[in-house]
């Protein structure tokens, strides 16, 4: 498989996920206030190689409309409260805001934006109305191991993350 073979399983896997996303967003329209200039959880976060490598093909020139920033924790794509590869961004930046269900260390545990749920009684919460995490990072995952075995030399390992502030430094 070449490397646009699994670019496409990326984006088609990642078209599942905003339609999933969609639909939660539907389902809870009268708690999200997630809009354009909201951007608390917005960070430098860290990739699968495969997400890492999938942006950098798809975004293009836009990867040069980031900034330096002086803080490692912030994004470098976010500009004047504005991401600006939005139509390129990963997965965990396609969630936020949403209910999300995944498993911790013993139990599951849900994370719900604060500024999103604040009049909400958890206990509603079900896994039909909240994002399984977990289920799509495990696909992600499986993906990203076969891209990486596809790779010369195998320059990463399957747990192995690249922060996205690398794609601006490097474009």
Request: charged fraction near 25%; proline fraction near 5%; glycine fraction near 4%.
């Amino acid at each position: 498989m070449q490397n646009q073979e699994f670019f496409n399983a990326y984006y088609t896997l990642r078209q599942e996920l905003d339609q999933h996303c969609q639909e939660l967003s539907q389902t809870h329209a009268a708690h999200m206030h997630c809009k354009a200039g909201c951007d608390q959880c917005c960070m430098d976060f860290s990739v699968l190689p495969i997400e890492y490598f999938a942006i950098k093909a798809q975004a293009g020139d836009a990867l040069t409309k980031g900034r330096k920033t002086t803080n490692e924790e912030d994004c470098p794509f976010l500009v004047d409260h504005q991401c600006v590869i939005y139509p390129c961004r990963p997965f965990i930046c396609r969630t936020q805001g949403l209910p999300i269900l995944f498993m911790g260390e013993e139990e599951w545990e849900l994370s719900a934006c604060e500024l999103n749920f604040t009049r909400y009684d958890f206990d509603e919460f079900t896994q039909e109305n909240t994002f399984p995490q977990d289920a799509y990072n495990s696909r992600l995952f499986m993906l990203n191991r076969k891209f990486i075995d596809s790779l010369p030399g195998k320059p990463y390992g399957v747990v192995d993350l690249i922060p996205l502030r690398n794609l601006f430094e490097k474009s």
